[in-house]
């Protein structure tokens, strides 16, 4: 099997998909820069991170790997995928779609570095019609993580990487690898196309 790595969305960091790195051993869910315990800035660019991710992927394994990545993680493993045809065994595309605009007020507060902007990604990222229960212990973190991203201004740059990107439909027709995307009918962050 080939390796697997995770790249996480906007305003995330690795620690989201911390379920299926315990699962799928040996796998690996990166920090993008200005994320998590990564070195760097962050960026406001999809390009920006899909070169960054190719270098670490080509620093990290000898052999073809498998991305995953969910939202705007899932447009850095596409760009991945299809500029480094030969690190890139298979993707896989969680909640992505061919564009990503941000809702206006989202992307306002995200730029103020408004905790609110927090607030509308975890009211939309968790729908009321969703029985979860009590809070389990990755909501409250990923709860955290948003708070922080948002206050630190890593979520406006996320969310500005999202909005702006307009090369997926041409990165997907250079991709050779076998792929696989999950997209769900009710999300609203990430709508299907």
Not at 15 to 36: E, I, M, N, T
Not at 108 to 129: C, L
Not at 142 to 162: H, K, N, P, R, Y
Not at 167 to 179: E, F, G, I, K, Y
Request: proline content about 5%.
């Amino acid at each position: 099997m080939n390796p697997l790595i995770f790249v996480h969305g906007a305003g995330l960091d690795g620690r989201c998909w911390q379920y299926q790195s315990k699962f799928f051993k040996g796998s690996v869910a990166v920090d993008l820069p200005g994320h998590g315990s990564s070195t760097g800035n962050a960026a406001d660019n999809v390009t920006t991170y899909a070169a960054w991710l190719a270098d670490w992927v080509r620093s990290h394994s000898s052999s073809p790997v498998t991305l995953v990545g969910h939202s705007m993680g899932s447009l850095i493993a596409l760009e991945t995928a299809a500029k480094n045809p030969d690190t890139i065994a298979k993707l896989i595309l969680v909640a992505t779609s061919a564009s990503m605009p941000v809702h206006r007020d989202l992307l306002a507060a995200a730029k103020n570095q408004d905790p609110a902007a927090a607030a509308m990604v975890i009211k939309w990222s968790f729908p009321g019609q969703a029985d979860y229960g009590h809070p389990k212990d990755w909501v409250v973190s990923l709860s955290d993580t948003f708070i922080a991203a948002a206050e630190s201004g890593v979520m406006a740059q996320d969310f500005t990487a999202c909005d702006t990107y307009q090369d997926a439909l041409a990165m997907a027709q250079q991709v050779r690898c076998p792929t696989l995307f999950l997209l769900a009918e009710h999300d609203i962050m990430t709508k299907p196309q």
